[in-house]
């Protein structure tokens, strides 16, 4: 598989848009559970954790975008 069809399955027909979407309510979600009492009290913000809260399920709804439209591409060959 060459990069731009990777990139075009995995990207194109509005997955980023989702992606970052998922990613973004997610992730506020996750950081909220995780690093409330932290964000609530002004402590020390764990950067690399808050980070990691938003792009796992960006990279997750990516993979989901990726391998569906992988599969139907392949059962209509």
Not at 8 to 21: D, K, M, Q, T, V
Not at 55 to 74: E, H
Request: proline share 4%; aromatic share 8%; with cysteine.
């Amino acid at each position: 598989m060459r990069r731009a069809e990777f990139v075009g399955l995995a990207l194109g027909g509005g997955a980023l848009r989702r992606s970052l979407i998922t990613g973004a309510i997610v992730g506020s979600i996750l950081s909220g559970i995780n690093q409330g009492d932290i964000i609530a009290t002004g402590g020390p913000m764990p950067w690399v954790k808050i980070v990691l809260n938003y792009i796992v399920p960006f990279c997750v709804a990516t993979y989901g975008a990726f391998s569906s439209r992988l599969a139907a591409r392949d059962s209509q060959a």
